[in-house]
């Protein structure tokens, strides 16, 4: 069995192909995703509406931002300029901007990396970032100076949904670090043993090394090109 993590909120992608495919998916959502909403939104987003003229490169690190920011463009419709740059992390993230009207690149290493490179390589300026509070910081570490960030959204994980994850062998979706993070800690540890955790990139793997020294369990954690 195949076990799907992600957020509810983002999951679309992956339900629509497990029911396509006939693929037998459990839906086990770790954590659900909270918006910034009300008065401190309303302050953030007035910043940016002031200040966006300021910058070259509009980077959205996940799907959760892309949701976020396409709506936040189009409610103000114009403050974008067709010298300004928009990058995407992914194709997952890429199609929620294109969905909204809003084209844009994409390196060819699908990573905040991939992105530092081609940035520092072709598109020189100052970067606003739409990112989530649990950002790896790869980004702002890069641009430093460079960079301003619009932190849109945290995510709240849920004890709770372990009690869905089986006792028998499964294979496990894991997007980002946080969520590996939170099953390793909860989860039995017996529990964790028979199961194989299938990454979405090579840097979370580096991460999940940092914190499991079990080789068994290391040696059933693989990384997934397409995830």
Do not use: W
């Amino acid at each position: 069995m195949i076990i799907n993590t992600r957020p509810e909120e983002v999951s679309k992608k992956i339900i629509e192909l497990c029911e396509q495919e006939k693929i037998e998916c459990r839906h086990v959502h770790m954590s659900r995703i909270e918006f910034l909403s009300g008065t401190k939104k309303q302050q953030i987003c007035q910043e940016v509406i002031t200040n966006i003229h300021r910058f070259s490169n509009i980077i959205f690190t996940s799907q959760a931002s892309a949701k976020f920011g396409s709506e936040f463009f189009n409610t103000n419709p114009g403050i974008l300029n067709s010298k300004q740059n928009i990058f995407s992390v992914g194709d997952a993230t890429k199609k929620i901007l294109i969905d909204n009207g809003f084209r844009s690149i994409t390196p060819s290493n699908k990573s905040s990396q991939g992105i530092i490179e081609l940035i520092k390589e072709r598109f020189p300026g100052k970067n606003l970032i739409f990112c989530g509070e649990n950002s790896n910081m790869n980004l702002q570490n890069a641009f430093k100076e460079n960079m301003n960030e619009l932190v849109c959204y945290k995510l709240i994980f849920d004890k709770n949904q372990l009690e869905d994850v089986p006792k028998s062998s499964a294979v496990l979706l894991i997007y980002n670090f946080l969520t590996f993070e939170f099953i390793y800690k909860n989860l039995e540890k017996n529990l964790i043993k028979n199961k194989t955790f299938v990454l979405a990139s090579e840097r979370i793997k580096s991460e999940v090394s940092k914190i499991v020294e079990d080789t068994e369990i290391l040696n059933k954690i693989y990384v997934s090109k397409s995830y």
